[in-house]
């Protein structure tokens, strides 16, 4: 019978490795425990198109925590998705600014190049410096590919190319960068396929991509860990591989919350960590190793990104805020003439709710026969031109719909509104104050 709870203990707890569970116990024989771990991984384990410079397939222990991880954040994008939609042009131009040149900045970093002003960075990002310094060439490519929606005709290898292609610069009729020899990198430990392997790699890569039941955002990361041992390009394959992410999460759903979201920083990582752990997932084929290393680095830069959000939008309301204050500050004291559009005598005109209650308060006083829910609707619907209806009153106030009826040709019986028939229903007009 297997041992359950090693497998709970070293893959829910912590996604471990052999050594990792070897040093725990604190000895090299653990052959029993780590057979139950392998057991109970086998009851979540996926196997992907993607293969080993061998021709193993890789595959991914979809965990509990893994799924749930996956799928909470992607509804957390989601939801940041439909709080920027809210922003206003402006807001949503700034934002987008700013994330931009977080990507650019994370590329000159990769590069070592010295980091530029904010505003020399938001000009490239706008395209608005027409000299631009040689050591910036790289970023400004960067930046006139970020704005392509490459994948805007379905998710292809032509697509694919084309991103390369824009970001190191060569016009769309150049041959295809592809790598023509073997790299010589000292940091990236993960073995390489052969030159004329890369089309089938790559075809494998797109095939994962397609495999839905692996969670949309472990497919977006498991893009950079394939085109770190793919190296598919000559040059720039990690720029690559960080819009190859981008695009396809905006092509597979997210739209510009694909485009917010820090890819660069994990595309350009060349830590001893960093390969320590993506050289587990290649020693085990198991993706899963990898996935659980970054995949927490995408949930933090989401908190940071729906902060930046909110901040955002509470700039953007209390925007509104301060000009329709300003509108009310302007007006407060105006008295009713021919050219105003409320038939109220000198209340307030704005609509916002503390104000309406107060417009209905003053109402009673004036017009103690009014019942309360009669002064209320009115202060909040008094617009010259306008016309109300029954069941207006009945949704806003809460009323049957005979409660709603009756007070509003009560209204209009004590001169308030104009009744009148339109086609099949009565709608109620505002009448101005001059007026008998």
Not at 58 to 79: F, P, W
Not at 306 to 314: M, R, S
Request: with cysteine; hydrophobic share 35%; glycine share 2%.
């Amino acid at each position: 019978m297997i041992n359950t709870h090693d497998g709970r203990r070293f893959t829910d707890d912590v996604y471990a490795t052999k050594e990792q569970v070897q040093a725990i116990f604190n000895r090299k024989e653990i052959s029993a425990t780590w057979d139950n771990v392998i057991s109970y991984r086998k009851n979540f384990y996926l196997e992907t198109p993607l293969k080993d410079t061998n021709g193993n397939n890789y595959g991914i222990c979809l965990t509990r925590k893994v799924m749930t991880d996956s799928y909470t954040l992607q509804m957390k994008l989601m939801n940041d998705l439909i709080d920027f939609s809210n922003l206003s042009k402006a807001s949503q131009d700034s934002f987008l600014l700013k994330r931009k040149n977080l990507a650019l900045t994370a590329v000159l970093k990769f590069q070592g190049t010295d980091l530029p002003s904010n505003d020399f960075l938001s000009r490239i990002s706008l395209n608005e410096i027409e000299s631009i310094p040689s050591q910036y060439f790289v970023i400004d490519s960067y930046s006139k590919a970020y704005n392509m929606n490459f994948f805007l005709n379905g998710l292809n290898l032509e697509s694919l190319e084309k991103i390369n292609k824009k970001i190191i610069g060569s016009l769309e009729n150049d041959p295809i960068n592809y790598r023509n020899r073997e790299p010589n990198d000292v940091i990236n430990p993960l073995l390489i396929p052969n030159l004329q392997n890369i089309p089938d790699y790559l075809k494998d890569l797109f095939s994962l991509l397609n495999q839905e039941e692996i969670p949309l955002l472990l497919r977006s990361l498991i893009i950079i860990y394939a085109f770190d041992f793919i190296k598919p390009f000559e040059v720039f394959y990690e720029g690559t591989a960080a819009l190859f992410a981008k695009n396809f999460l905006s092509y597979s759903g997210l739209r510009t919350a694909g485009f917010l979201l820090d890819f660069e920083s994990i595309a350009f990582s060349r830590s001893k960590a960093f390969y320590s752990i993506t050289k587990e997932s290649e020693k085990t084929l198991d993706l899963t190793y990898f996935i659980n290393s970054v995949l927490p680095y995408l949930m933090k830069d989401e908190v940071n990104l729906h902060f930046d959000i909110e901040n955002a939008k509470k700039e953007f309301e209390n925007n509104i805020q301060v000009s329709e204050e300003k509108q009310i500050d302007e007006n407060q004291d105006i008295v009713l003439t021919e050219n105003n559009n409320f038939a109220l005598p000198v209340f307030p005109t704005s609509t916002k709710n503390e104000t309406i209650e107060d417009t209905a308060k003053k109402l009673r006083e004036v017009y103690p026969q009014l019942k309360r829910k009669e002064a209320h609707f009115y202060a909040g619907h008094c617009t010259i031109g306008l016309n109300y209806t029954i069941d207006q009153f009945r949704n806003e106030e809460k009323t049957v719909y005979e409660t709603a009826r009756t007070s509003m040709d009560d209204l209009a019986e004590r001169g308030f509104y104009r009744k009148e028939k339109l086609k099949n229903k009565f709608v109620y007009s505002p009448i101005p104050m001059k007026e008998d």
